[in-house]
Each structure stands twice: as structure tokens, then as C-alpha cells.
């Protein structure tokens, strides 16, 4: 079944951003449930071959803690698929030594941090649209962005991965707003893929 498939897949994403696996174990784990995984999101044609996702060097200067500021307003995002218009709100902004990044909270049942970037490296030697730092709906918390005390969060871009759509067209995704495009390069976390 699809939907119990998917419950999996979700499940196993949140054990491995929970895991206490260092960063080249994670990867490798990551690796691992993109080949052989039912919802992978790899075009199930790309799984036999598939050897490793692509990935900067680990870049221990990619790894910053940031000031959050108080951010208002609200932001919708037509995903071009099933999902439709998501709603976000804006509940901080950081101050990231590649630029501000918002903090967008996701206005639907439960609700979720989510925040995509789009740095100097997209559509070069990454997705073009961008990549995720976080999208706890999807299970990834505490790798790329952990709260801090005192209004402070712990960035670390090794974690910044691709959106689904970046893999297979069958999937839509929100992808960074022009609030979270950064002129900077940002050397680290997952490259493109490219079969």
C-alpha cells in the first residue's frame, strides 16, 4: 500500500535526523533508504544503479549560530501539485553570515518549521530551486536547525538537502521565496543528483 509505504518512509526519515549518527554515517544511512526504499524519491528505474547521493566535504565553517528577530506576516506557496497552495507565516528571521533566512511556520493541521534556501551554488553545482534546511513536516528535525537558548538557533548547511522535485517530476515542491535567496555560496550539504 502507498500510504503505509509513505508512513514508513516518513518514519525512517525522522529516526535518522533523531539518530545520534555522526555526519558521514547519516549520509550513508540516507543513502541507503534512497535505494531501497518504496517512496524513495528516486524514479524507482534509478534505484538498481544507484550508488550515493552527491555531497559537498563535510565544511565545519558551514555549521553558525544566528540571532532570531520576531517576523510578521504570511506567504503562499502553489506547489503545482495535489497539495495546492500552502500557507506559511513568518515567525523569525535569522541572521545567517550568508544572509537573513526566514523562518517560515506552516499554517495547516499541526503545523512545522520550514525553511528552504537558495544560495549562490543553485543551479550550478545545486538544485536550482533550491535546497531544505529544515522541514519538520517531513521529519527532519534537530540536524539542520536546533533551537538555542536566548533566541538563537545552531544552522548547520552540511544538512541542507534537495527537495523531492529534484530527483523525479512526479513530486512537487515549494521552493525558496526570494526572502531566502542568498548571493552567498553556500559550499556545503547535498549537490545536484543527476541519474
Known amino acids: 500500500m502507498d500510504d503505509l509505504d509513505l508512513l514508513d518512509w516518513r ?10 549518527l555522526d555526519l558521514a554515517g547519516f549520509r550513508s544511512a540516507r543513502d541507503e533508504l534512497f ?46 501539485g495535489p497539495d495546492g497552495v500552502v500557507r506559511y507565516r513568518r515567525f523569525a528571521v535569522a541572521a545567517t553570515p550568508w544572509g537573513e533566512l526566514t523562518l517560515w511556520w506552516i499554517e495547516a493541521y499541526g ?48 544538512y541542507l538537502y534537495n527537495p523531492s522535485c529534484a530527483y523525479d517530476d512526479r513530486w512537487a515542491c515549494p521552493l525558496a521565496p526570494p526572502e531566502n535567496r542568498v548571493d552567498v555560496p553556500i559550499r556545503a550539504g547535498e549537490l545536484s543528483w543527476h541519474p
Do not use: C, M
Not at 518514519?11 to 545520534?20: C, F, I, K, P, T
Not at 534509478?46 to 510578521?72: C, M, Y
Not at 528552504?116 to 536547525?145: A, C, E, H, I
Open 111 to 158: 503545523g512545522g518549521l520550514f525553511v528552504p534556501v537558495r544560495d549562490g551554488t543553485s543551479g550550478l553545482q545545486t538544485y536550482g530551486g533550491g535546497r531544505y534546511l529544515t522541514d519538520t513536516v517531513k521529519g527532519t528535525f534537530g540536524r539542520g536547525l536546533t533551537v538555542l537558548p536566548g533566541e538563537r538557533v545552531r544552522l548547520d548547511a552540511n
Open 35 to 80: 535505494a531501497t526504499h518504496p517512496s524513495s524519491p528516486l524514479p524507482a528505474r534509478a534505484r538498481a544503479g544507484f550508488t550515493g547521493l552527491p555531497w559537498f566535504p563535510p565544511n565545519p565553517e558551514a555549521v553558525v549560530e544566528a540571532p532570531l528577530r520576531p517576523a510578521t506576516g504570511e506567504l503562499e506557496i502553489d506547489t503545482g
Open 11 to 20: 518514519e525512517r526519515v525522522a529516526q535518522l535526523y533523531l539518530s545520534d
